[in-house]
């Protein structure tokens, strides 16, 4: 079975540029997640999807981070313009209808903000 | 916010022995949950307790709850260099939203 697939793995940006990650979650899954790890912390909940829809985006900063999970499948979480702050590891995960009773994630995308 | 507060935050032990994590989390939980996290690399998932159960058992792997003190343990046995990750704790709260909320990890070093 395949995994969940994340790219770029490695993005380097200045501060006020814009970037967008990519997910592809393993198949039939139809919850998806995107957390942020900041360096020694654990994982964050930023967004997460059930199908193409917003199940939770609570702790999201709207007003530079935006996802969206067209036709429910792959998933892009974007930052723009990014901050200094926003350095850290983008990690995609999902998890079969039944919600988080294990997820599966992929190796993330690891950004750092010049 | 992060619910699970993982204890010790380091970890360094000899190959062979037995490592113990402890994670303590403040609302009442559906299930409990132990992933690893090898260095620069996505987090895989371990074992899931649910909150009647009281101790699992997966491999080396044992996993103990106690909803009353509103804490866990994660207990490997016989430590092999492989299992030099970091070690986090993740809790599916009862009240709010569906999700996990994970704790700060504890980094489990197994020198040889």
């Known amino acids: 079975e395949a995994g969940v697939a994340q790219s770029p793995r490695y993005k380097i940006i200045e501060k006020r540029q814009s970037v967008a990650f990519w997910c592809n979650p393993i198949?039939?899954?139809?919850?998806l997640y995107w957390y942020q790890q900041i360096l020694g912390q654990g994982p964050k909940l930023l967004i997460q999807?059930?199908?193409?829809?917003?199940?939770?985006d609570s702790q999201l900063p709207k007003d530079r981070f935006s996802a969206e999970r067209l036709k429910g499948v792959d998933s892009t979480l974007k930052i723009q313009p990014a901050k200094l702050e926003d350095s850290a590891v983008y990690l995609c995960?999902?998890?079969?209808?039944?919600?988080?009773?294990?997820?599966?994630f992929g190796s993330g995308t690891q950004l750092s903000v010049l | 916010s992060q619910q699970g507060e993982e204890d010790p935050q380091a970890l360094s032990i000899q190959e062979g022995e037995n490592a113990t994590m402890n994670c303590s989390y403040k609302?009442?939980?559906?299930?409990l949950q132990w992933y690893r996290q090898n260095s620069g690399r996505g987090l895989v998932h371990l074992i899931l307790i649910r909150s009647n159960e009281r101790e699992k058992h997966s491999g080396r792997l044992r996993v103990t709850l106690d909803t009353s003190k509103k804490s866990s343990s994660l207990l490997i046995t016989a430590s092999r260099a492989a299992d030099t990750a970091s070690y986090f704790c993740?809790?599916?709260?009862?009240?709010?939203?569906?999700?996990?909320?994970f704790g700060q990890g504890t980094r489990l070093t197994i020198n040889p």
């Open positions: 198949s039939g899954h139809a919850t």
């Open positions: 993740a809790t599916d709260p009862i009240q709010g939203a569906q999700k996990l909320v």
């Open positions: 995960a999902s998890s079969s209808p039944g919600g988080t009773e294990k997820l599966f």
């Open positions: 999807f059930q199908n193409n829809g917003v199940v939770d």
């Open positions: 609302t009442s939980i559906n299930n």
